[in-house]
């Protein structure tokens, strides 16, 4: 399992970047590298019909915030979310920091300094494995359920196999 990951670091960092590329473009409306994201989405099944389909979409990305579960103070979960970017040396500019494309971001970041960093590599796995099963998949459900179509639905499904992956290698003996 290990291997299978350091193996395919590459290839996660691009999709995470594509990922995070496309929904702040549908926001921004600058589609610029629409063509070379979808390129990098290819091999995991997401097809450039189903991205110009998001892109076109009229309606706003939610930001995680609008999604959580009663009970969750808004203030105390930015708090702590901001707090988990600062302390892996991340600060989201210009773009709030529960904003699916900010964590997508984040996350191709943390694969980055993976890849870069290879000593460094399980802490790097754990910190991935804990920020998406605790922020991003709940980013992303709400997303699909606000931006109902094939790429949101395409976008979740990855991430949940990556969390898979993640989990199997950190726990595999």
Known sequence: MVRTLEAASVGRYKIYAALSYLILAKERKEHNYASEAARDLASIGIDEESIKDFLSRSVETPLARECLVSGVGVEWYLKVLTDFYAHNGYEPVNIQPDHPATMLAFTA?????????????????????????????????????????????????????DLNLLFETLTCK
Do not use: D, G
Not at 120 to 146: G, N, S, V
């Open 109 to 161: 970041c943390l694969i980055k300094k993976e890849i870069e960093e290879p000593k460094e590599r399980m802490a790097c796995w754990r910190l991935q494995h804990r920020f998406i099963k605790t922020y991003l998949i709940e980013a992303l459900k709400c997303l699909a359920l606000r931006v109902p179509c094939r790429f949101t639905e395409a976008t979740l499904n990855v991430i949940r196999v």
